[in-house]
């Protein structure tokens, strides 16, 4: 149930992850919209955790957003461990103006945003 949105200067992509593809949802730069931090509009990366509450037919509707944010945390955790394997920094992130950011990726009304991951290289200390 969760979709994975690939935020990058040239535009927004939702990832498919049958065809291992990322289809083009915005070719514009929303990097600004998927956080309220400064560094997210010049992050090479942002991924939006997208989940819909339309494939969770079997759940009961209270228990949907818990659900979601599991799922959406086990990806994070695993985008954390690659990070950390290729020198990457990346960082979890709530702060997001979820209505700005789910009219700018064109959402349905079943699909809530969970969180957003900036992704980037480490700054020189």
């Known amino acids: 149930e969760i979709d994975i949105f690939v935020v990058l200067p040239?535009?927004?992509f939702r990832y498919e992850a049958q065809g291992h593809r990322l289809l083009l949802v915005k070719a514009e730069d929303l990097r600004s919209a998927t956080g309220t931090q400064d560094f997210v509009a010049?992050?090479?990366?942002?991924l939006v955790y997208v989940a819909d509450f339309a494939r969770m037919p079997e759940s009961k509707p209270e228990e949907r957003g818990f659900l979601a944010g599991a799922d959406t945390g086990c990806i994070a955790q695993n985008v954390y461990?690659?990070?950390a394997a290729a020198g990457l920094a990346t960082v979890v992130r709530g702060l997001v103006d979820r209505a700005r950011l789910a009219a700018a990726l064109g959402l349905g009304k079943t699909e809530r945003i969970t969180l957003a991951q900036t992704v980037a290289?480490?700054?020189a200390t």
């Open 42 to 46: 010049s992050a090479p990366l942002n």
């Open 121 to 123: 290289h480490p700054a």
């Open 81 to 83: 461990l690659f990070c």
């Open 10 to 12: 040239e535009g927004a």
